[in-house]
């Protein structure tokens, strides 16, 4: 693979992470959690590594799953409205 390429796949990745993480957190607010820290903590969850995924670090699919279980959505609405504008 050239290098140009790699560049334009990780640089479509890093937008993918950011945008999931946008995403993760207007849900997140939608459930009432001002922040990320109260949601880390009614949810049991590594504070500053969900933290990180609301700023679009890499997650892996198993984890993106657990999250929206938590959040109380499923992917068709994660996904659906409003996703494209994050």
Do not use: P, W
Not at 24 to 43: E, I, P, T, V, W
């Amino acid at each position: 693979m050239c290098a140009g390429r790699k560049k334009l796949i990780d640089e479509d990745q890093s937008e993918y992470y950011k945008k999931v993480g946008r995403r993760l957190k207007h849900f997140r607010k939608l459930r009432g959690f001002s922040d990320y820290d109260k949601f880390s903590y009614a949810h049991d969850l590594n504070r500053s590594q969900y933290g990180d995924y609301e700023k679009g670090k890499n997650l892996n699919i198993g984890t993106l799953h657990k999250l929206l279980k938590l959040l109380q959505i499923n992917e068709s609405i994660f996904y659906g409205e409003g996703y494209e504008e994050t």
